[in-house]
């Protein structure tokens, strides 16, 4: 699921300026009574909390924020104080609601607002519409009207079951310094017709981004050629649920560190389950009798190195995507055991 405020969370329908809001906490729309009921029992619990925490409910509403940095922080309080209530973390789509709620983009008023009715992604109010136009059209709105269109079609499961065969191309010696010029080689360019970017290919980028982050990064510190053993382990911390969908891209090391037999990624964070899973390889790599695994630890950092099992192994790299250090205690315990790994950390 996603969110967006601007279009019904059920069926994804535009507002035409007949919906209906969520009648407790008002942050999420529909398109008729009926949807709003189908979507009740999903929403009700956080929708029970949220209008608890904002008493002053008219006047949070229908407040200012100076500058996006106020409205982000109020946007996170107010997360973590929901979160702490209902006692565990929230869905991604429910994170959203309250991150990403309608909000003027300029002064982030909640109350009396407009919709861009183009991407139907951003809006504004009647005092800011002037600024609003000038800041927004031209690619800003392009580039939300592309992002609606991915998200709409990412969740009716058409970017499912994508097909990898360009990674045969990928080698040591391939040259690339952007994922636009990876995609544009490897990708766009040997398709025999249909030269225009389709949305399988923006989600393969994105899934992309993680192996070659981690490439990028290595080979910018000139690390890559002491990466020489068979079998090369990396850590991923604070990881995210795993997406079934993009674990083949990573295949991708093995084919640009062709010395590498077997490669192990190890996602590590307590919200995930236990779980290995062995990913199908090339024609070429099963020839070669390589091995790509990947690993779920359902603990913190410090945990999983200080009480080795059968899957801890020393890494070669440790890595964190959007990884958040926040304030909690259990950060410097993690931080102090990367630390004691000797080995490079990617952020």
Same mark, same amino acid.
């Given at each position: 699921?996603?969110?967006?405020?601007?279009?019904?969370?059920?069926?994804?329908?535009?507002?035409?300026?007949?919906?209906?809001?969520?009648?407790?906490?008002?942050?999420?729309?529909?398109?008729?009574? $009926? #949807?709003?009921?189908?979507? /009740? +029992?999903? *929403?009700?619990?956080?929708?029970?909390?949220?209008?608890? @925490? !904002?008493?002053?409910?008219?006047?949070?509403?229908?407040?200012?924020?100076?500058?996006?940095?106020?409205?982000?922080?109020?946007?996170?309080?107010?997360?973590?104080?929901?979160?702490?209530?209902?006692?565990?973390?929230?869905?991604?789509?429910?994170?959203?609601?309250?991150?990403?709620?309608?909000?003027?983009?300029?002064?982030?008023?909640?109350?009396?607002?407009?919709?861009?009715?183009?991407?139907?992604?951003?809006?504004?109010?009647? $005092? #800011?519409?002037?600024?609003? /136009? +000038?800041? *927004?059209?031209?690619?800003?709105?392009?580039?939300?009207? @592309? !992002?609606?269109?991915?998200?709409?079609?990412?969740?009716?499961?058409?970017?499912?079951?994508?097909?990898?065969?360009?990674?045969?191309?990928?080698?040591?010696?391939?040259?690339?310094?952007?994922?636009?010029?990876?995609?544009?080689?490897?990708?766009?360019?040997?398709?025999?017709?249909?030269?225009?970017?389709?949305?399988?290919?923006?989600?393969?980028?994105?899934?992309?981004?993680?192996?070659?982050?981690?490439?990028?990064?290595?080979?910018?510190?000139?690390?890559?050629?002491?990466?020489?053993?068979?079998?090369?382990?990396?850590?991923?911390?604070?990881?995210?649920?795993?997406?079934?969908?993009?674990?083949?891209?990573?295949?991708?090391?093995?084919?640009?560190?062709?010395?590498?037999?077997?490669?192990?990624?190890?996602?590590?964070?307590?919200?995930?389950?236990?779980?290995?899973?062995?990913?199908?390889?090339?024609?070429?790599?099963?020839?070669?009798?390589?091995?790509?695994?990947?690993?779920?630890?359902?603990?913190?950092?410090?945990?999983?190195?200080?009480?080795?099992?059968?899957?801890?192994?020393?890494?070669?790299?440790?890595?964190?995507?959007?990884?958040?250090?926040?304030?909690?205690?259990?950060?410097?315990?993690?931080?102090?055991?990367?630390?004691?790994?000797?080995?490079?950390?990617?952020?």
């Amino acid at each position: 699921q996603f969110f967006n405020p601007n279009i019904c969370h059920v069926c994804k329908k535009v507002d035409e300026g007949n919906f209906v809001s969520c009648d407790s906490c008002g942050l999420i729309s529909y398109c008729s009574e $009926e #949807h709003k009921t189908h979507h /009740r +029992t999903e *929403h009700v619990k956080i929708c029970t909390v949220i209008p608890q @925490l !904002l008493q002053e409910k008219l006047q949070r509403y229908t407040c200012r924020f100076s500058d996006w940095q106020q409205w982000i922080q109020s946007r996170t309080e107010l997360l973590e104080s929901v979160e702490k209530n209902i006692g565990h973390v929230l869905e991604p789509y429910e994170k959203q609601t309250i991150l990403w709620s309608k909000s003027c983009d300029v002064c982030h008023k909640q109350v009396q607002l407009k919709t861009c009715q183009r991407c139907f992604s951003i809006n504004y109010c009647n $005092e #800011h519409e002037e600024v609003f /136009r +000038t800041k *927004h059209r031209g690619s800003n709105c392009d580039d939300l009207v @592309l !992002l609606l269109n991915i998200d709409i079609k990412t969740i009716s499961d058409r970017t499912s079951n994508m097909s990898y065969g360009f990674l045969q191309f990928v080698n040591e010696n391939s040259k690339f310094e952007t994922m636009l010029e990876f995609c544009i080689e490897f990708v766009i360019s040997r398709r025999k017709n249909h030269m225009d970017w389709l949305t399988r290919d923006y989600v393969r980028s994105d899934y992309l981004s993680d192996p070659l982050t981690i490439y990028s990064g290595l080979d910018r510190i000139d690390f890559l050629k002491n990466i020489i053993g068979q079998c090369v382990v990396i850590h991923i911390v604070a990881a995210n649920s795993v997406d079934v969908n993009s674990l083949p891209v990573w295949e991708i090391l093995l084919h640009l560190l062709p010395k590498i037999k077997r490669l192990v990624i190890v996602l590590i964070n307590p919200k995930l389950h236990k779980n290995i899973i062995y990913q199908n390889l090339c024609k070429r790599c099963n020839e070669e009798k390589k091995v790509l695994s990947f690993i779920s630890i359902p603990m913190l950092y410090h945990d999983f190195i200080s009480s080795p099992s059968e899957d801890y192994n020393s890494p070669n790299a440790i890595v964190g995507f959007d990884a958040k250090f926040n304030k909690e205690k259990t950060w410097d315990k993690s931080l102090e055991a990367i630390q004691g790994s000797y080995c490079p950390l990617v952020l």
